[in-house]
């Protein structure tokens, strides 16, 4: 459809977004790591603390909006929107830090109120690293690694807002149309600042809650019940140390080993009682029950369950697989849950 006069318009974004489409089939690597980046964040938002205190608090409010905002610069690229899509990083980059800036004395279901409710401005980049520095973890890891100077670097987004010239224009300072077009060059310099981003925030983010780095067996204490009080699983700490810089990690686990906090939530962790193999069944069924109750319904969770099978390049259940299907299919038929809950309540069209 044509919008006379504008140039701009949404379908010629579609014809972008066929060339970008096309690119990233033929470049798998590329669409890999923007994936991988994108999980990786999506994991450092687990390291935020959830209590009852702040639970629906808005704390962790910052962070889901840059990971929104870093979402939709990624959209933004898709479809040729390069200056805005620099933009939204920049908004992405600001929101990350005042993940940590509203949450670094662990009061940030307070702190965060009036800004979240729009009474109170975002504050300036001098003041978010004043406040930072207050941590002793950020400050110390600033003075051998320059975090600060990291985040300085990134300041060329500042020009995206403003428009510094056509370098920073919707032309980009190309020698092309004044309209959407495909350009994977551009694509290339939003990655590396994707990245940079990512990098930055998840430091931060790890100084802040030193116990993400922190390599513990949860599950032996916890079954699959861990309470948010930002540990992480190795795995999850190995993929987040896959994009920071060398030697970031290493010294983010000795500050971890100097950090009081940390150091006694973990030997009050030590001192539980390991889960027993029937505790973490009950605790499993629980939630199966759950999902199946009020979601799927039996017959498609079943059918869940088998692709994941597939997937996992497997051809039969275990045994404690086998009885725990048998389990909840006899438990569904007898509550009638063998169907979704959208189905059994009539919401299905």
Excluded at 164 to 172: I, P, V
Aim: with cysteine; glycine share 6%.
């Amino acid at each position: 459809m044509k919008f006379n006069p504008y140039i701009y318009e949404p379908d010629q974004s579609l014809e972008v977004y066929k060339e970008t489409e096309t690119y990233f089939n033929e470049n798998s690597e590329i669409k890999k790591q923007i994936e991988e980046l994108g999980w990786i964040y999506h994991t450092v938002g687990m390291i935020i603390p959830q209590n009852f205190e702040n639970f629906w608090s808005g704390h962790n409010f910052p962070f889901i909006e840059s990971w929104e905002e870093l979402q939709v610069s990624f959209t933004q690229i898709c479809f040729g929107l390069y200056k805005q899509a620099f933009v939204s990083l920049r908004s992405g980059l600001e929101l990350g830090m005042l993940s940590v800036y509203y949450n670094i004395n662990d009061d940030g279901h307070n702190a965060v109120k009036e800004w979240l409710n729009s009474k109170e401005n975002t504050p300036r980049a001098d003041k978010i690293w004043k406040i930072l520095r207050q941590n002793n973890n950020i400050k110390k890891f600033d003075v051998k690694h320059n975090l600060e100077q990291v985040h300085k670097d990134l300041g060329y987004l500042h020009n995206y807002v403003h428009t510094k010239g056509a370098k920073y224009s919707n032309r980009m300072g190309l020698l092309k149309s004044n309209s959407q077009s495909f350009e994977k060059k551009l694509i290339s310099k939003w990655l590396k600042s994707y990245a940079d981003i990512i990098s930055l925030i998840s430091s931060l983010h790890l100084l802040k809650y030193p116990i993400s780095v922190v390599r513990f067996d949860y599950g032996k204490k916890f079954g699959i019940d861990i309470p948010s009080f930002g540990g992480l699983e190795e795995y999850n700490i190995d993929k987040i140390a896959s994009i920071l810089p060398h030697k970031y990690l290493e010294d983010i686990q000795i500050i971890s080993q100097e950090d009081l906090t940390t150091q006694e939530i973990i030997q009050e962790i030590i001192l539980l009682p390991d889960m027993t193999e029937n505790q973490i069944e009950d605790q499993i069924i629980i939630l199966e029950k759950s999902v199946i109750e009020n979601g799927l319904g039996f017959t498609a969770w079943l059918e869940n369950q088998e692709s994941l099978l597939k997937l996992f390049g497997q051809s039969e259940f275990d045994e404690r697989m086998k009885n725990r299907i048998e389990f909840l299919r006899n438990w569904s038929i007898e509550n009638e849950f063998l169907e979704s809950k959208a189905k059994r309540m009539g919401w299905e069209i």
